[in-house]
């Protein structure tokens, strides 16, 4: 890895992880087709890269939201429950069964893309009948099933989890530490099981360690002021920015898929 790629990885991981961690994102999703696109990170290596850089950017945001205790509760054992075996599952099945991205962000965006849109409505033009949080079962099975995208293709779930947990009615301020908590410790699960299957399989497995770290050291400190600026910004901004950044990922999806 060259200094100029380093740089460029450490400033990426720092602008995208402020925008992203007071709405509960890691920002790997923004960060993979930066990685594939700039920085030329081989597939499958990409996958374990960009959990790499959930686990070193993770303490960041993760420290400041501790500091005000919104990591304890049901809702972040709920998605750890289900989002650790899927992860593994995921990796399994990138590894060896090789699905292409394609078919998974079209269909990423097809949720995305209105999810959003709604979101962002909803938030402008409340409806006078409060959505139901949905219930424990529920939660846990779509964090296996976001477990499992994010082994797969390297995403930490917030974007996916962030958006779901709000539009029924959750809070942000609720979400988004539960939601960076399940991608941390997800992320850490992830990355072994690619070192793993790395040394048994041949191929570009093994992350890219160096710019993973990079990447990594830019999205901690950027995490960090994330978390500190969540505070200071209403409900209503808050979730206009979850719902603009799961139109952003969306819109990305499909200009990739067409690609």
């Known amino acids: 890895m060259t200094w100029s790629a380093g740089l460029l990885g450490y400033a990426a991981g720092l602008l995208i992880a402020t925008a992203t961690a007071p709405v509960g994102v890691s ?16 597939s499958p290596a990409v996958t374990p890269t960009n959990l790499l ?6 303490p960041g945001a993760l420290l400041r939201y501790r500091s005000r205790g919104g990591l304890a509760g049901p809702l972040t054992r709920l998605l750890i429950a289900g989002t650790l075996p899927g992860v593994v599952i995921g990796a399994v099945i990138r590894v060896f069964a090789v699905p292409g991205p394609t078919v998974f962000r079209l269909l990423a ?14 938030t402008l033009r409340p409806a006078r009948r409060i959505a139901q949080p949905p219930t424990s ?23 996916l989890l962030g958006p779901i947990l709000v539009g029924r009615g ?14 941390f410790l997800t992320s850490i699960v992830g990355a072994a099981t690619y070192a793993l299957l790395a040394l048994t399989t041949t191929g570009d497995i ?5 710019l993973g770290l990079a990447c990594g050291l830019g999205g901690l400190c950027g995490g960090y002021l994330g ?3 969540q505070p200071r910004l209403p409900e209503t901004a808050l979730r206009l920015l979850l719902g603009t950044l799961a139109i952003t990922v969306g819109t990305i999806y499909i200009a990739q898929a067409a690609s």
């Open 27 to 42: 920002g790997a999703v923004f960060l993979l087709p930066v990685q594939l696109s700039v920085l030329r990170v081989p």
């Open 53 to 58: 850089f959930n686990v070193v950017a993770g």
């Open 109 to 122: 965006a097809a949720v995305l893309l209105p999810l959003g849109s709604w979101l962002c409505l909803r």
């Open 137 to 159: 079962r529920a939660i846990a099975a779509l964090a296996l099933i976001v477990g499992i995208v994010g082994g797969i293709y390297g995403i930490g779930g917030g974007s």
């Open 170 to 183: 959750m809070p942000v301020a609720k979400v988004a530490p539960a939601a960076l908590a399940s991608t």
């Open 206 to 210: 093994a992350p890219n360690w160096p």
């Open 227 to 229: 978390a500190r600026l």
